[in-house]
């Protein structure tokens, strides 16, 4: 079975400070994602990743940034936290697309409070 | 820019009610359609379905994807409490395995 750790359940910080949100996945898949999702709007997807050290812009990565230094390793980072940005935040992860069509796998999620 | 809309929003049945739930997009280059289910924690992967008219089925869950009507439907019958989630519907539209997700639908199965 597909694995995808996300390091903390649950987490509080305070405005201004940087954040990081750690993801971890064991099926040596290539693509990774990170999503936020707040009540009504569904998941939108904030950045991804095809490869090591590439990364790409999703919907809305205003405030956030991304880092990819190991193929199995994912991690999201929130520069200046601000209010707005208290959600659920899901990491996932798929094998690549040019192999066959494969769905994404979920890790549980951390839910982030921002005071 | 992709979309997709899922109805109802939420839904509260009994215990052995069949249930529908749509999902309808737009999207370019249309590659798949997904169904998730989402209890307390991560969304797990329920289909993938690709080509229209072929239904995929699991136990008491059934899914088929209409492309000439840009929809798709999941059936869940003889509904049980443990089938109480949001299921998301989402769809891959582009080269890459992005997916775009609808708002999903809550269901609350009453005992």
């Known amino acids: 079975d597909v694995k995808v750790t996300q390091s903390s359940r649950y987490l509080v910080k305070r405005t201004g400070e940087k954040v990081f949100l750690e993801c971890v996945q064991d099926?040596?898949?290539?693509?990774m994602f990170w999503y936020r999702q707040d009540p009504g709007l569904g998941l939108r997807l904030i950045y991804f990743s095809y490869d090591v050290k590439m990364k790409e812009k999703g919907d809305i990565p205003e405030g956030y940034s991304v880092s990819r230094e190991k193929k199995e390793r994912f991690s999201l980072i929130l520069e200046s936290a601000s209010t707005n940005q208290t959600s659920m935040y899901l990491c996932?992860?798929?094998?690549?697309?040019?192999?066959?069509?494969?769905?994404?796998?979920f890790g549980d999620g951390t839910r982030l409070s921002i005071l | 820019e992709d979309k997709v809309v899922q109805s109802p929003l939420s839904l509260v049945v009994h215990e052995g009610d069949t249930v529908t739930l749509n999902c309808s997009y737009e999207?370019?280059?249309?590659?798949?359609l997904l169904w998730y289910k989402q209890e307390k924690k991560a969304p797990t992967f329920l289909f993938m379905l690709?080509?229209?008219?072929i239904e995929k089925k699991s136990g008491r869950l059934s899914s088929i994807l209409d492309k000439k009507e840009l929809s798709s439907i999941l059936n869940i019958t003889a509904t049980q409490t443990g089938d109480s989630a949001i299921y998301l519907c989402a769809v891959e539209g582009n080269a890459g395995n992005m997916l775009t997700f609808g708002g999903g639908t809550r269901l609350m199965v009453k005992p």
């Open positions: 099926m040596d898949h290539e693509n």
């Open positions: 690709t080509s229209s008219g």
């Open positions: 999207v370019t280059n249309f590659r798949s």
């Open positions: 996932a992860s798929s094998r690549a697309a040019g192999l066959s069509n494969q769905p994404q796998h």
